[in-house]
């Protein structure tokens, strides 16, 4: 430190550094996230002189009766509910092949990895091709298993599943990589023993790995959960800027862009915003409570 | 006992090759779409829709690459991608150092408070803030400028906490000898700390620099003229114009993806342990 006490000249020295950056996430963090509360009780108003007419709670009203709202809810649920615990799953499959190996370690994480740093636009375009209903690369590679063509993009049946399938594969490395630092982090005393007690290598897994990363795990399951939620990017891409065939992939963030940007509800939109803004909310405080019951802590290993 | 201990030796040979069989199958998996990004790009009309799929076109098409690259401005679109990265993760480097050299090495009042304040920010998703921003933008009459895709991500909190703590990891013995040698706290700043904390800053400025040249929502809602389009969303626009085939479609996907990909291999190790580190802390 480069004073003891703060005085009035360390503080206003303090705010002179401080101020770019406070200007900056004053005004296009803090300040947008109160207004985005008051907004979502506007019913009628002049966005742009910000005359307010009238207030209430008629935007959340409106949204909870609206059935694209219930729908895009019940898909954004849907979504997170096959694309966390595969996620999950895969990735520690993965990570635990990778922290057993030593040659092409370094490799094999450069390539998994991959997907997760590329534009989710432009290899939803790639996708979009490969899951093409006539001339796709999947049904091609499926017929060989006989399984006849499936339109993976324009079926309201698969397009939800078209779009879990892709985001499972482009955030698989990044969890991959969370899980084998986790791994790494458990003592081998720990296996050592193990060994000792002739315990198997899947008993190993099951009763020292698995509750040693239980913290990872749970803070990759809140992290997954959460981009999940936001899905947005893949959507637009893959079906051509529209929620998918039958709106069967409309999310609560798609819903939103809808209210805002075509149809120019700001009310609506501020008021869904503040929606998912809780849910999240909601979803770390229950992580928080979770993880001082049921996870597994130990001295220095993640005990954050 | 000598045979059972060579047996158990050839089960774990097995294994081993199993683990690498599901590792490689895994590492197909996950690179197949850029291999037939790239392979659908060079090949013809004929060859791209042919059933079974023709896995490695014969003659190579690269004029697939020119006439994408010219059926839209897409060297425009490359132009503003990289200005707004550079100048956004620039500015984000600069606004974080100011600021962690406050946090991490000054005691001023209310310290704590704005701290706590910024960290909760951190949980707020983009996505509620943006109808406002829009609005706020709008009314500095910012939209469909420029500055609408830079001025919001001149700061991050998140950069802001990776510097603090790379800033507090340097003992303060160091500041003491500057300051016998006669330096201010500014020069302490950029000669001493700085230089000290370079793999914190590269790993911020390369995170910024990914996550600028792939965001897409954003550009998409506060930009309408076709110049100020960034890569991705001139892409969409491509795609959703009429008449274009998937060899060309391919190579306009390459263009967006090569840069990074390039990037990626390049300083790989800062990049997975950037992302790695901000899936914990952040």
Avoid: C
């Avoid at chain 1, 936001?230 to 069967?248: E, M, N, Q, T």
């Amino acid at each position: 430190m480069i004073n003891s006490k703060p005085t009035i000249k360390s503080t206003l020295t303090a705010f002179l550094y401080l101020s770019p950056m406070l200007l900056i996430v004053g005004l296009f963090e803090l300040y947008p996230i109160l207004r985005s509360l008051l907004m979502s009780f506007w019913i009628k108003y002049n966005f742009y002189t910000g005359a307010v007419t009238k207030r209430g709670f008629d935007n959340f009203i409106y949204i909870f009766k609206d059935p694209i709202f219930q729908k895009s809810v019940l898909n954004t649920f849907i979504f997170v509910l096959i694309v966390v615990p595969l996620t999950i799953l895969i990735a520690l499959l993965i990570a635990l092949g990778l922290s057993k190996i030593k040659f092409l370690q370094g490799f094999f994480r450069t390539i998994y990895f991959l997907p997760f740093v590329t534009s989710t636009v432009a290899i939803s375009m790639v996708w979009s091709w490969i899951y093409n209903g006539n001339y796709g690369f999947l049904n091609w590679f499926l017929s060989l298993f006989g399984i006849h063509p499936i339109q993976w993009l324009s079926s309201p049946k698969y397009a939800l599943i078209s779009l879990a399938i892709m985001a499972i594969w482009q955030g698989l490395g990044f969890n991959i990589m969370l899980f084998l630092v986790a791994i790494n982090n458990v003592d081998p005393r720990y296996y050592k023993v193990a060994k000792l007690d002739g315990a198997s290598s899947f008993q190993t897994f099951l009763h020292i790995t698995v509750p040693l990363i239980s913290p990872m795990t749970l803070l990759i399951s809140i992290n997954a959960i959460i981009s999940s939620f936001k899905v947005f990017d893949s959507i637009f891409a893959l079906f051509g800027g529209r929620p998918g065939p039958a709106s069967s992939v409309n999310t609560i963030v798609f819903y939103l862009y809808q209210k805002f940007y075509q149809q120019n509800q700001y009310g609506v939109a501020a008021a869904s915003g503040v929606i998912l803004f809780f849910i999240i909310l909601i979803i770390t405080l229950f992580q928080m409570w979770f993880s001082k019951k049921h996870v597994y802590y130990t001295s220095g290993i993640n005990n954050k | 006992m000598k045979k059972n201990q060579s047996s158990s030796k050839i089960q774990q040979k097995i294994k081993v090759w199993f683990l690498y069989l599901f590792l490689i199958i895994g590492a197909f998996t996950m690179l197949f779409p850029f291999f037939w990004m790239i392979s659908t790009s060079l090949k013809n009309q004929y060859e791209a829709i042919k059933i079974p799929p023709i896995i490695w076109p014969k003659q190579l098409q690269f004029s697939n690459w020119a006439e994408a690259w010219n059926a839209a401005p897409f060297i425009r679109y490359f132009i503003n991608s990289v200005s707004v990265a550079f100048i956004t993760t620039t500015a984000q480097i600069i606004t974080a150092i100011l600021a962690a050299f406050a946090f991490s090495k000054m005691i001023f009042y209310g310290k704590n408070f704005i701290f706590l304040i910024l960290l909760g920010t951190m949980m707020v998703p983009f996505e509620m803030v943006l109808v406002p921003n829009f609005v706020t933008l709008s009314n500095l009459g910012m939209i469909d400028t420029y500055w609408a895709l830079i001025v919001p991500w001149m700061a991050n909190f998140f950069a802001v906490y990776t510097m603090r703590q790379a800033f507090a990891g340097i003992p303060d013995q160091l500041y003491y000898a500057a300051k016998v040698d006669g330096a201010s706290d500014w020069q302490y700043l950029w000669k001493v700390l700085v230089p000290n904390s370079r793999s914190s800053i590269t790993a911020i400025a390369l995170i910024q620099v990914i996550a600028s040249w792939n965001s897409f929502m954003w550009p998409l809602i506060v930009t309408n003229s076709t110049n100020l389009r960034t890569l991705p969303v001139g892409l969409q626009a491509f795609k959703s114009d009429a008449g274009v085939q998937y060899p060309e479609l391919m190579a306009a996907s390459t263009f967006v993806i090569l840069p990074v990909a390039i990037l990626y291999f390049v300083f790989n190790k800062y990049i997975v342990d950037g992302f790695t580190d901000t899936g914990i802390k952040g």
